[in-house]
């Protein structure tokens, strides 16, 4: 049976607890098929025999000085064209998310998003079978935080 589906606005909030980041304002964008996150300073190195990525994360957007390395194991490489029409080669990496106390695993590009207002684009792969976008409004399913 398929699940009900959940309204969801134009930004939501979401935990990465896998990269340890929460509170994470998202542009919710039905035009991106993949998720993307912005990080810094991508390195590649293997572990048993696979590809890791290590990479900077700013998990505060009121703190760009607050700066944390973290790890994820790349499971596919993906020519994305950006929002500036650029075909760029991405590491995609698979996480856990939570929102409003769900949790799935979605894909998520990484890329530089420094130009752009939200470090992540919520993309349609992660919300398949579960949201319908309101594009009126923001912060319906994870009710807007005070401002640190």
């Given amino acids: 049976m398929e699940q009900q589906k959940r309204l969801i ?22 035009g991106a098929t993949t998720s993307s996150l912005h990080v810094d300073n991508i390195d ?30 790349v499971v596919a490489r993906k020519k994305v064209k950006s929002s500036t029409a650029t075909l760029e080669r991405r590491y995609v990496i698979d996480t856990e998310v939570v929102m409003s106390g769900e949790r799935w695993r979605i894909q998520l590009t990484l890329t530089d998003r420094r130009e752009m207002t939200y470090l992540m684009l919520f993309g349609r792969e992660a919300m398949n079978g579960r949201f319908i976008v309101d594009p009126e409004h923001e912060f319906i399913l994870t009710a807007k935080r005070p401002a640190k």
């Fill in 9 to 30: 606005g134009a930004l939501e909030y979401c935990d990465l607890p896998e990269l340890t980041i929460n509170d994470l304002t998202i542009r919710v964008d039905t």
């Fill in 44 to 73: 590649e190195f293997e572990r048993d025999g696979d590809l890791w990525v290590s990479f900077d994360i700013h998990p505060d957007i009121h703190n760009v000085e607050s700066i944390v390395r973290r790890e994820a194991k």
